[in-house]
Antibody, heavy 119, light 110 residues
Framework: QVQLVQSGSELKKPGASVKVSCKASGYTFTSFGVNWVRQAPGQGLEWMGWINTKTGIPTYAQGFTGRFDFSLDTTVSTAHLQISSLKPEDTAVYYC????????????WGQGTLVTVSS | QTVVTQEPSFSVSPGGTVTLTCGLSSGSVSTTYSPGWFQQTPGQAPRTLIYSTNTRSSGVPDRFSGSILGNKAALTITGAQADDESDYYCVLYMGSGISVFGGGTKLTVL
């Protein structure tokens, strides 16, 4: 069965970096893209962008350029989200979600990773 | 910048039918926007209900259906149950690889 398993919660200080991982199983990793979605405490879902797992080409939403980086390790079927120069307002749960094959949409989701930025 | 709009809240009686909508601050939603719908309960990851306007995700009961109604995307829930009480989010594909979520609708079943 399709599963996306994310890395555990992180507590970071402002200015630090964090790398969140999303390990896929149950399907051919390079056949389906990976989306990243942010949810700040008490807020709605925010689409951050996605990465084409076949080409490695990322697409970032407005507001998620510069400090945010999507990458892949296809040898272990894992997508990564790295956030640098962390700010307190980056405190959120970050989700990965699989892109539906062949059309635009999201189907399976990871369980989420809480990133807390606090001094 | 185009905003994706949803009703902030809605209520439905147990066994009733409710239709939630997803619109644009400017323009009409069509199948080109490939609307998707997600259900989220507190503390849980979102669950995909619908993608590409009206395709049910694996395991989603047929009480949930997606469509285009007028100039908006719509999610209809029939035979509402207590555990349908959740937040519902829509997402629209804006082209050039970009998607945008709506602000979400808090559905109360009472």
């Amino acid at each position: 069965q399709v599963q996306l398993v994310q890395s555990g919660s992180e507590l970071k200080k402002p200015g630090a970096s964090v790398k969140v991982s999303c390990k896929a199983s149950g399907y051919t990793f390079t056949s389906f893209g990976v989306n990243w979605v942010r949810q700040a405490p008490g807020q709605g879902l925010e689409w951050m962008g996605w990465i084409n797992t076949k080409t490695g080409i990322p697409t970032y939403a407005q507001g998620f350029t510069g400090r945010f980086d999507f990458s892949l390790d296809t040898t272990v079927s894992t997508a990564h989200l790295q956030i640098s120069s962390l700010k307190p307002e980056d405190t959120a749960v970050y989700y990965c979600a699989r892109k539906v094959g062949g059309i635009w949409g999201l189907d399976y989701w990871g369980q989420g990773t809480l990133v807390t930025v606090s001094s | 910048q185009t905003v994706v709009t949803q009703e902030p809240s809605f209520s439905v009686s147990p066994g009733g039918t409710v239709t939630l909508t997803c619109g644009l601050s400017s323009g009409s939603v069509s199948t080109t926007y490939s609307p998707g719908w997600f259900q989220q309960t507190p503390g849980q990851a979102p669950r995909t209900l619908i993608y590409s306007t009206n395709t049910r995700s694996s395991g989603v009961p047929d009480r949930f259906s997606g469509s285009i109604l007028g100039n908006k995307a719509a999610l209809t829930i029939t035979g509402a149950q207590a555990d349908d009480e959740s937040d519902y989010y829509c997402v629209l594909y804006m082209g050039s690889g970009i998607s945008v979520f709506g602000g979400g609708t808090k559905l109360t079943v009472l």
